[in-house]
């Protein structure tokens, strides 16, 4: 390593005990984050006479697969939750949500990082401090501007909340993101007669690739596992979402399998571990932008 290149982090030749702690603190972590994941799925793929036995062993002794047929048998026939309409549901309020909250943010974004007009710097201030507001706080205002509006129980109650209370979490990300591009970059593109549009759309976009993805998932996650407003702004059970739909089962005054549930909780865990899967190397790349900013 040259005299002007920086070491990051710890190595073992320098200080063994701080290397090895530091491994140690990391695998722990990693144990208590990943060992539900994979109980819950240990449990939903044991048959149902042996899903009570060896509980604390992640390896069953009977691999089975009809906890996944009975949990979507038992939300059809006892509690009238169809898992593949809610599906649709879910689907339906994700994509819709995430879509319009990242277009947006994406134009909002620019002209924060891009044009001067009064009180810029007062308004995105105001608008990121809302972040730090409780969702529930707003639940009954937001309840009768909904009202008032006629579209309660409608997907666009839950769309409309979801990009109200979300877009200023991917303003924040993508300003940052816009801000550290090269002024250079933007100064070339307008010399050769790119308007404010054209910059946007073939400068600055393609470079925000890891900060756009950054976004997806983490309003992904926020809008796929949203339970209250789904709850309250959609009361008609043929448009509910999956959270809603296990939030039934959880609580049904009927008896249900530890099998059953844990496979109905995996049915809604996939479209995440998905996402992230799709998004892993731009989501990467854009949680550590700035971190070694110079």
């Excluded at 877009?167 to 993101?177: A, E, K, V």
């Excluded at 596992?225 to 959609?234: G, L």
Aim: proline share 5%; charged share 10%.
């Amino acid at each position: 390593m040259s005299s002007n290149q920086t070491s990051y982090g710890a190595t073992f030749k320098h200080s063994p005990a701080f290397y090895i702690l530091s491994r140690l603190v990391v695998l722990f972590f990693m144990i208590i984050i990943i060992f539900p994941i994979l109980y819950t799925f240990s449990m939903s793929i044991r048959s149902p006479e042996t899903v009570y036995s060896a509980r604390f062993f992640l390896i069953p002794e009977e691999f089975s697969f009809q906890n996944y047929i009975d949990a979507f048998e038992y939300g059809e026939k006892r509690l009238k939750v169809s898992f593949p309409r809610m599906f649709v549901n879910s689907i339906i309020v994700t994509s819709s949500s995430v879509i319009l909250i990242i277009t947006l943010s994406i134009f909002a974004a620019f002209g924060f990082s891009h044009y001067k007009f009064p009180l810029k710097e007062s308004i995105y201030n105001i608008m990121i401090a809302s972040v730090a507001m409780p969702a529930q706080v707003l639940l009954i205002p937001m309840f009768y501007i909904l009202l008032y509006m006629g579209i309660l129980n409608t997907y666009q109650a839950v769309i409309l909340a979801y990009a109200g209370f979300l877009i200023p979490i991917g303003i924040l990300i993508l300003r940052m993101f816009f801000e550290q591009i090269p002024k250079e970059l933007s100064e070339a593109a307008i010399v050769e007669g790119a308007s404010d549009f054209q910059l946007l759309t073939r400068v600055l976009i393609p470079l925000a690739k890891p900060a756009i993805a950054t976004c997806i998932i983490l309003l992904f996650l926020d809008t796929w596992n949203e339970f209250v407003y789904a709850m309250v702004f959609m009361q008609d059970s043929s448009i509910h979402t999956i959270p809603v739909a296990l939030a039934k089962i959880g609580t049904s005054r009927y008896q249900i399998s530890i099998g059953t549930y844990s496979a109905a909780i995996m049915i809604t865990v996939i479209p995440v571990l998905t996402i992230f899967a799709i998004f892993q190397r731009w989501f990467i790349a854009g949680i550590t932008m700035g971190a070694l900013k110079h």
